[in-house]
């Protein structure tokens, strides 16, 4: 396992968050008067944030302006990002010990950074990261690999010599078929995926401290 720079996603992967957008968008539609429908939380799942609110306005029919959908949803669960969510287990030690092993670090979120930066920062992660990408300022959601090579591009590292750290197997798959290293992280979010994502992946790990144990191992 060789590699010079590492990439992470946050939700679920840095950190502990997945759950608080398990009914965001039902709750939001809601607000509006509008009813989910079956399939919403699934289809918004891999979007990015422009790309939800762009979903809300052709699909449901919302009137406001993308931006202030955004505004709103985020608003919904700013407080939890800034003083409740915690970080997943073992993710400081791991980027400590990434950083002493000099390796170049990008965070690649789907969430916007006015979200994650508090959370990352309460939590202790935050400067170990040389980048910082959203996909609503890269212009993609991950289902392109562009905030991936994006990353790359930052840090002067090849994609076959980055290693993408990811819990969303959506993700796994972009980033694999550009030619990035995969370790999944299991979170429970994606426990109907386990299988899937231990095929593709070339490492798997349950938490931060496993990743540092096996990687030493080799």
Request: proline share 3%; glycine share 6%.
């Amino acid at each position: 396992m060789y590699f010079s720079g590492a990439i992470f996603d946050v939700d679920g992967t840095l950190l502990d968050s997945m759950h608080l957008w398990d009914h965001v968008g039902e709750e939001y539609l809601e607000r509006k008067g509008c009813t989910a429908k079956p399939d919403m939380q699934e289809r918004v799942r891999t979007m990015s944030m422009s790309q939800i609110a762009r979903y809300c306005r052709e699909e449901y029919g919302i009137e406001d302006a993308p931006e202030q959908i955004i505004d709103e949803i985020n608003g919904m669960v700013a407080e939890k990002y800034r003083t409740q969510v915690p970080a997943k287990d073992g993710m400081r030690e791991l980027l400590r010990w990434l950083r002493q092993k000099g390796i170049k670090m990008a965070v690649a979120t789907a969430s916007d950074r006015c979200l994650i930066e508090p959370a990352l920062e309460r939590t202790g992660l935050l400067s170990y990261f040389d980048q910082f990408l959203t996909c609503s300022e890269v212009g993609a959601g991950k289902d392109s690999p562009k905030i991936f090579l994006e990353g790359c591009r930052r840090m002067g590292t090849a994609p076959s010599e980055t290693v993408v750290f990811e819990d969303s197997l959506y993700a796994m798959k972009t980033a694999a078929q550009a030619g990035f290293q995969i370790a999944a992280v299991y979170d429970d979010s994606a426990l109907n995926e386990q299988e899937e994502i231990q095929k593709l992946a070339d490492w798997y790990f349950a938490s931060g401290r496993e990743i540092i144990r096996k990687i030493d191992e080799m």
